[in-house]
């Protein structure tokens, strides 16, 4: 292939990727109020359409090299740590680098992020704060540019972070509504619990390192540390395991938190009080497959931890089939989709547990297609019926027949009904499960079938939204029939274009049973350590053939049955659902996981932010009653009453600080004669001071 | 500039060290001896009489605390500065002959500086002595 | 007679001083025209002359010959290293930002601005020459510039009470201090015949082997760390400081946090670094055998900072709270003097630096706020987020950084310093400020709230002209540029030791 732009012209235009969106936010940011909604809208849907133009270009610069080992480019910006000692140095350079997987996410990214900016106008339409959501939604798409393209891990720490961030503004965006404003508050405090495991993770793989090398480690590139990671090996294990597998773990806590896997995930279905395109972009398409992105990042660092991959590999697994099962139950149209997401994260992370990353990054691909269309799908029905109950929808089709047209697209294709994207993905991941060497025997097949039933259960619940939302009558009730429209043009589109990606979407990786390539899998090659399960398996077609077979007919079960109960038979899911009440109630309740964690963490956090609260407020009362409070201390310490010593440690070190505050209030006087006798005396201390020692 | 003397050649100090505080000792406690007689055995009445003022003998008219005017100070300040500056320029004056030119501008453009400086001073009021100085 | 040669040296090193020679044809200007036209209104002259003569200021630098450590000067008064060399630019932007300061927030009235532009010129000059000098006596007279004049600045407002109580206090105090250190000096030179800072080091490091010569070095050292520690206000010589603060016109409230403190900093390393402490292998230094200035410097700095943010804590007057902050700060500015390295030296100047722009902004936003109709209480700052957000925008941010929160300026600033102490094994020192860090969090955090989380108690339309906003920005850029891409200014300044 030739090549159409230069290398050298690309790599100094990297910056522009990231950089747009930022500009854009900046200007909406700053200016938003003062602009016209026409031009906020502009700037924040064509910042992104430029990012997505050079990402276009960036890819066919890369496909222009012709050696795939050589397919990357380094923008340095500029030197951004340089820390110089006797023995060494180590230096960071904010700088980006653009591979075969960076440039995959980054077209991801930038393009559904694109028809998701444009789907907002007509969303948004009639929202007073519009210049506030594009530059949130600019920022995003910044930092999760920021994240995709760093090259070193710290610079993507700093877009990890910044993803986060915007996450909680976005969820919070409606922040007048407090619940809005709580969910928000927890997408961050759990995210904050997975940031810290990366942190944590990021310190000790850089001090192993820095030990191993003697000193002599001088940054954090992916570049360098691909090279130096074997150091790991050489480093002595704490508590009986070795380090890479600790900092595999550690990594994959950020990953858990990002990615709303077990047991982080809560904060995902909350993060639903967003916007609904924010949904689709954040909590679907993009943020949450950064722990995807990270570990495959990583890659060099999981294959040299056999135990932290099958961690990875079970977690994923067990979080697939786990939120599968809440699924079913959940009747607020978005949170069906909130669990979904859940379920096909867990689905990505048991690909890259079992080393098959390329795949992963598949179906993160094919995923980011299908769940967008489902979310703005269910934003245009939501647009629509001014709800999010299933209850209260039904007979949809003939209302909005464009929005059902792509939205069964989506559905066949998160289904794993073939030939749509979903379908090709998930089978690979499942075959590549099968296929797989866990350390613990038949831990693949026993993953396989898990898998396998959740393909099932993923089938059975999206027929059941669909039914629910499109078939049968409208249940919500004549006045808002009234009002049903099909959404303006500027949301079908977006789903239209998404639509045709999540049915032709599976030919970039085509399986072998096709003989055909598998494009995504050879273009990200060069990146990865190891090749995923269809690269170096002696391939048994009749195998594959009849696993696929399997898969395909357990999707078709699982539609059947929901066709079965909630088409054919409605009166069904009643009977069932008292059959096994308590399973039912268990299942519609999310397993009690908020309330557990509720009751573990966040109550006692409560009680700790009240005190600190009243830290601000006691400023008289406390002064006046300290010795009462002595008097209390003394009763807690024999008593322990419950909770008082944490409530007694935080406002007493709070009236300690006062008091002394108070105290050397008074010391200044004012008066400069006692100014003078103070200078007399810190001579004569420091004096007594320097003979005494 | 350069070292004066060359080595240590202070003499040692701690011999004078010990006599040196006996004798603080002794004086501090003369001293304090003295006023705690002197407060003690004192006969303490005081009358309008006795707190006034001695001025040997002629009974006091007026507050002894005169308020000088502000322009004195001025003027003593100035006169104080200008004053100081005369020693810069015997300096010079002393070794015009190895200065040359060069030391003849330097010494002019301090000159100059001084000039303005009263210039400064004398537009500034600085000099009227009266009531009618400037008020801005 | 004097030689010949030694007028000529004289003459030649005239050039090195170039700066502090246009600075004084600069105030000589200013004067003449302040007499000449003396019901001049336009105080935009005088602040154009001065910001000209200011950045003129820099202009010879440019000229003259590559810093050397050991390039004296007008017979060894002087001394051209990179200390020097890059303190001279950082004192005119002190000057430029505390002129133009003055010139948006209106404090100084029309008839004592020229004058407060000649002042500030001419502390500019003390402490361009303060910085070079390696002569006691040079050293003493260039102090006594810098201090004399400002306490001059202090009062200038003269018709208001507060103003002159304030430089009353000052002169005092600040007679007093440097009167102690003069003493000092007379002590050290009497010990070892010579003002000269280079010959003295020599005569110390053998003087500190004998008990009687080692007890004058140490009388020597603890009258000048008076001198000092007033002028960087730090424990136990800081009464002044809430008093002074508060008392002086804002904008030179902001000049004396930054300027004369910096130049006190700058003296520190100057004086204790060749006199009391040995170079060791060219990074890491020694106090003087039996001289142990260190620890006693670590005390004093864990008592500053502690003392400084806890007495914040209580103050309602923003003056005042950012003069118990320029206490603190000065807390933390030690502990790079106390880690005798060139990490640690290399950390107070870049701290200093960063220190300069979000300071002066945190009392630029209090100037501007209170000349436009609010006060220097924070009660007037609650609810002003509403009413004027982009101020208060850039308060918060100066705030954070003052913190030291990422990604400001201040954080870097701070890493820095405690790099400097950790990496020395003073752990209890770097936990201290680390606490000190959160207790100041609760009184900076206080304003933030006040601004954004409290209703307004009062409904003053707050007005901030288009100048102070620019100014603002100036001070705002570097603010938020130092904590992302702050690695010129580390590379500059570790050129500098």
Known sequence: MTNLIDPLHMKNMLWLIPCLPLAGAVINGLLGKRLPVRLVHFVGCASVFLAFLISVAGFFTLLGIEEPHQRFLIQPLYQWILTVWHQGSFSLQVAFRLDPLSITLCLVVTGVGFLIHLYSVGYMAGDESQARYFAYLNLFTFSMLLLVLADNLLLMFVGWEGVGLCSYLLIGFWFTDLEKAQAGMKAFIVNRVGDFGFFVGLMLLFWTLFEGSNGTITGLGFQQLRESIPLLNSASPILGVGLATWIGLLFFVGATGKSAQIPLYIWLPDAMAGPTPVSAFIHAATMVTAGVYMIVRLNFLYVIAPAAMAVVAVVGGVTAFYAATIALTQNDIKRVLAYSTISQLGYMFLAVGVAAFSTGIFHLVTHAFFKALLFLGAGSVIHAVHSNDMLEMGGLKKYMPHTYLTFMAAYLAISGIPPFSGFVSKDEILWATFNSHLPVAGLGKALWALGLLTAGLTAFYMTRLVALTFMGGFRGGLEKEKHLHESPSVMTFPLMALAVLSVVGGVIGLPAVTHLPNLLHDFLGPVLSSHGASGHQAHAYWLELLLMLISIGVATTGIYLGWLFYVKRPELPGKVAARFAKMYQVLEQKYYVDEIYQALFVRPLLKLVALSGRFDLNTIDGAVNLSSRVTAKFSFLIGWEDLKIVDGAVNGLAEIFKRWGAALRHLQTGKIQHYLYSVVLGIFGLCVFMFLF | ?136 | MIPENFIQSNLQGISFIGPELILTLAILLILLVGVLLPYWRHRILFTILAVAGLAGSVLPLWKLPQPAPDLTYLSNLFVWDWLTFLSKPFFAVVGVLTILLTQVTGEIDNSEYSECTILVLAVTMGMMLLVASTDLLMIYLAFETMGILSYLLVGIRARDERSGEAALKYVLYGAFTSGTMLFGFSLLFGLAGSTDLLAISQKVAFASQHPQDRLLLIVAILFFLAGLLFKTASFPFHFWCPDVYEGAPTPITAFLSVGPKAAGFVLFIRLFYPLFATGHDATIYEAVSGLDWPSILALVSAITMTLGNLAAIHQNNLKRLLAYSSIAHAGYLLMGIVSLSDLGLRSVVFYLVVYLFMNVGAFAVVAMVASAGGSEEIDSYRGLGARAPYVCVAMAIFLFSLIGLPPFAGFVGKVYLFAAVIYKKIYWLAVVAALNTVISLYYYLRIVKAMFLEKPTETIQIQVPLSSRVLLLALLVPTLGLGIYWQPLARVVSGMF
Not at chain 2, 65 to 93: M, N, T
């Open chain 2, 1 to 136: 500039m350069q070292p004066i003397l060359d080595g240590l050649t202070l003499s040692p100090w701690e011999p004078g060290l010990f006599s040196l505080a006996i004798y603080g000792l002794m004086v501090l406690g003369l001293v304090s001896l003295l006023l705690f007689f002197a407060s003690w055995l004192g006969e303490k009445k005081s009358n309008p009489e006795k707190l006034r003022p001695y001025e040997s003998g002629i009974i006091p008219t007026g507050s002894a605390r005169l308020r000088y005017p502000v322009p004195f100070f001025l003027v003593a300040i100035f006169f104080l500065i200008f004053d100081v500056e005369a020693a810069y320029i015997f300096s010079w004056a002393i070794s015009y002959d190895s200065l040359g030119w060069a030391g003849w501008l330097q010494i002019s453009f301090f000159i100059f500086v001084l000039l303005l400086g009263l210039l400064y001073i004398w537009k500034k009021g600085g000099l009227e002595w009266g009531p009618t100085s400037k008020q801005d």
